[in-house]
């Protein structure tokens, strides 16, 4: 949990505009409870949707965000609060626009989002090969839309067929996320 912890800490979250229309300030117990964090240290989930993400734009907190899924994945962080991490990333990296006050200011915030998740390619090959649960699917699609070495992602969707969901193994999603790719 101290990756987790530490990437919280670094976090202005009481200056961020949350999605709710307040502060983000609460976000960060949010993603605390997520990874596990608290009195009962059990992963519970919790929905961020429409305080970081919908599924029209990103807010604010979303790099934020995105970096704190990043620290869980390489944290010690439960499996179902691993699963509910990658969930996250996905909205991240597949969000279509950004909040008017943050386009206003010049941000593109699922851009921002990705090109931190591209710093974390490895975690994310890590939840593929460990084939620990359905996270290695959702990892792989995430991997579908950052990932700028395809020769690779088609060497691990080979490796990792018998494990990976239909649509990953088959290459059905691919045309579906390409339109997020770089």
Known sequence: MQLVEMELARQDWKGMLCGCGGS????????????????????????????????AVLWEPAPAVTSVALAAL??????????????????????GGTDGESARRGLDLPELCRDIVVRGLWLLYGEVMSNRSSGAGIAFEILM?????????????????????ACCRTGLCDDDLRALDR
């Not at 609460?26 to 599924?55: C, F, I, K, M, T």
């Not at 390489?74 to 996250?88: I, Q, S, T």
């Not at 990932?147 to 060497?155: G, T």
Request: net charge negative; with cysteine.
């Open 74 to 95: 390489a944290d010690d962080v439960a499996l179902a609060g691993r699963e509910w991490f990658l969930d996250l990333l996905q909205c991240m990296v597949a969000g």
């Open 145 to 165: 839309v950052v990932e700028p070495d395809r020769a690779r992602l088609q060497r691990v969707r080979e490796i990792a067929a018998a494990w990976l969901p």
């Open 24 to 55: 983000a300030e609460h976000l960060a117990r949010d993603l605390l409870r997520l990874a596990g964090g608290g009195a009962l240290r059990e992963p519970s989930h919790v929905s961020l949707e429409e305080h970081v993400w919908s599924p």
